[in-house]
């Protein structure tokens, strides 16, 4: 019931930028958060950025000062601008989303993944 479709991923060198959209779409009444989670081979997906629909902002310690979190609420689009990108950071980048559907049914859903790759 909610679809949510990031793009922008892509290869980029160390120190480059790449910048990463996710528009949520579908029965939604009202959107509390979204946000961003990455995963690596072999590892759990991480928490990376999140915001809040009055603009409250939070992020992990590993892209503070990199990463900028911001969003559209009209456009159900959240974006994360990723600037000094460092190898550690290749990982599929999944978009998530929560809050409510016209039916007033919660929903907390995740995107299919955009692939981000930083050569060294």
Known sequence: QVQLVESGGGLVQ???SLRLSCAASGSISSINAMG???QSPGNQ???VARIFSDGTTSSAASVKGRFTISRDNAKNTVYLQMNSLKPEDTAVYYCNANG???S???FDSWGQGTQVTVSS
């Open 14 to 16: 160390a120190g480059g």
């Open 36 to 38: 961003w989670g990455r």
């Open 45 to 47: 997906r991480m928490f």
């Open 100 to 102: 409510r559907l016209v």
């Open 104 to 106: 007033m049914q919660a």
